[in-house]
């Protein structure tokens, strides 16, 4: 895992389209701003986890929806 320091309004590039800039730090919450080709999905982690999980069950006949 790759750690870096930054201070508002700096930014991080990952690969060459994605741009996290950190918005704003309030106590112990970081607003960032991402800025990612339409076609890059971005989610935070627990949502994706749900996603995932939802897409999982649907692809297994055997699984029940609860």
């Known amino acids: 895992m790759l750690v870096l320091s ?4 700096e930014a991080i590039i990952i690969g060459e389209n994605i741009e996290i800039y ?6 112990k919450r970081v607003r960032l701003g991402i800025n990612a ?5 971005v989610h935070r982690k627990e949502i994706y986890l749900k996603i995932q999980s939802s897409s999982n069950s649907q692809n297994n006949p055997h699984t029940k929806n609860v």
Request: proline share 13%; net charge positive; aromatic share 0%.
């Open 6 to 9: 930054r201070k508002i309004d």
């Open 22 to 27: 950190i918005v704003d730090i309030k106590s």
């Open 37 to 41: 080709p339409k076609s890059t999905p």
